[in-house]
């Protein structure tokens, strides 16, 4: 079954200080994936787009890596700030469908 | 500005009424999406459409209904018939064609509260 699994289900971290994400999949065969940030009552936003041949991808203070071997991906956050708190959520896609698999997120919050 | 447009944002419902969501946009998607969130949970797919006048079963369609009568409107209604319709509704669309490496966008959401 094709799944995705995000840990921590919640992080909390103090301002200025750095955290990862980890993102692991078992989606076959493997397109693309994708880092979303969900605002607490909004919509997600797509952060990163990583395919196969692509081992890292920077946005800003958002740093998405992937290893398609070992089917992981982990989005670190550097120099956090109260605007990153949000739930970041991990999306796989399949090749030859457009239904990607969405991980449950990660809550992360930063505090003063 | 191009984008998607929910509405309303927040909506309550009396047990037994069936109510319908709006979905609108502006950036030529052939394909259009229904997702809802409960909280703590990931994004389940209620619907899907690729094209006008045409739209598929998602994971958890039962108590839900869509129509796609036009490429940039994609309603989903609510029946009497789904127990547990309290959740957050994502609406999201993406460029079809087959290519899976499209992004897919998302809507502001809207909150339905059966009271």
């Known amino acids: 079954k094709n799944q995705v699994e995000q840990s921590p289900q919640s992080l909390i971290i103090l301002e200025g200080k750095n955290c990862t994400l980890q993102c692991n999949y078992t989606v076959s065969p493997f397109s693309n994936l994708r880092w979303y940030k969900q605002d607490t009552g909004r919509g997600p936003v797509s952060l990163t787009i990583m395919t196969f041949s692509e081992n890292t991808k920077s946005n800003g203070r958002y740093t998405a890596t992937l290893d398609a071997d070992t089917k992981q991906s982990s989005l670190h956050i550097t120099a956090s700030q109260l605007s990153d708190s949000a739930s970041y959520i991990c999306v796989v896609s399949k090749g030859g469908s457009y239904i990607p698999t969405f991980g449950r997120g990660t809550s992360l919050i930063v505090h003063p | 500005d191009g984008g998607i447009t929910q509405s309303p944002k927040y909506l309550f419902r009396k047990e037994g009424q069936n109510v319908t969501l709006s979905c609108e946009q502006n950036l030529n998607h052939d394909a259009m999406y229904w997702y809802r969130q409960d909280p703590g949970q990931g994004l389940r797919l209620i619907y899907y459409?690729?094209?006008?006048?045409?739209?598929q079963k998602g994971d958890i369609a039962e108590g839900y209904s869509v129509s796609r009568e036009k490429k940039e409107s994609f309603p989903l209604t609510v029946t009497s018939a789904q127990k547990n319709p309290t959740a957050f509704y994502l609406c999201?669309?993406?460029?079809?064609?087959?290519?899976?490496?499209?992004?897919?966008?998302f809507g502001e959401g809207s909150w339905l509260t059966v009271v």
């Open positions: 459409s690729q094209i006008v006048n045409d739209f």
């Open positions: 999201a669309s993406s460029i079809a064609g087959g290519s899976s490496g499209n992004t897919i966008y």
